[in-house]
């Protein structure tokens, strides 16, 4: 698989990010947010965590208007695979790639600490490495991660299975627990806690290998 990690000012989880693909087996090529194009032949685009653009008008607001966020959507309109991870996923929202907003968690603080998640879907090349209704265990580390969409949208995400992660206890307080979506053709997933931060045993967890690896696999056996 080949893979471009995405790097705005202000992206500090991109190195993370392509140690994650990498360790997995991805060809990783990081890509500059000026950059008008995105690598020939590219099977995934990952849009790190971090503070883009100082998280200045709203956060992922300025990213989404980089050159090369025009090359991620037509990327993902082409079929292709996009992974939004924290800020990653604001900018998704703010592109349109992804429906609904992340606002101000709802306590009105900094969250940093490591939660557990529900898998509620293994339908999707990102989920297919876990077992529905595993709980797994990444770290969150953000002041905007209240995931909000309007009652219609919520039935239509629950409706259609496009809910992937669901928080145990919402530390956000985020509409129906949730912690990650995937977009319609299921090959975008915006997810608010870092699964690259959970590929190590040093770092305190692994759960975070089985999104990698399973997402690898995928266009292995293609």
């Known amino acids: 698989m080949r893979a471009a990690v995405v790097v705005f000012p202000g992206s500090n989880c991109d190195r993370d990010m392509a140690v994650a693909l990498r360790a997995a087996g991805a060809d990783v090529t990081m890509v500059w947010h000026k950059d008008a ?3 020939e032949a590219v099977d995934l685009v990952a849009v790190p965590g971090g503070f ?3 998280d200045y008008l709203r956060c992922g607001a300025i990213a989404a208007r980089s050159p090369i966020c025009t090359a991620i959507v037509a990327h993902a309109e ?5 992974l939004g991870v924290c800020n990653g996923f604001q900018v998704l929202t703010e592109t349109g790639l992804l429906p609904g907003a992340l606002m ?3 306590g009105l603080k900094f969250i940093c600490k490591t939660v557990d998640l529900k898998v509620e879907t293994t339908e999707s090349a990102f989920t297919e490495g876990y ?4 709980t797994i265990a990444y770290p969150v580390a953000h002041h905007d991660g209240n995931y909000t969409v309007d009652p219609q949208t919520l039935e239509s995400l629950r409706d259609a299975d496009r809910i992937a992660f669901t928080y145990a206890e919402n530390p956000n307080g985020s509409v129906g627990a949730i912690a990650g979506v ?3 053709n299921r090959r975008v997933l915006g997810l608010m806690p870092h699964p690259e931060r959970a ?3 040093g770092h305190g967890g692994t759960d975070g290998q089985a999104l990698f690896r399973g997402l690898v696999a995928q266009f292995a056996t293609a």
């Open 104 to 106: 101000r968690n709802t």
């Open 52 to 54: 883009s653009f100082g």
């Open 199 to 201: 590929v190590d045993a």
């Open 78 to 82: 082409r079929g292709g695979y996009v």
């Open 182 to 184: 995937l977009s319609e």
């Open 131 to 134: 077992r529905a209704g595993d």
């Open 37 to 39: 194009r995105l690598p």
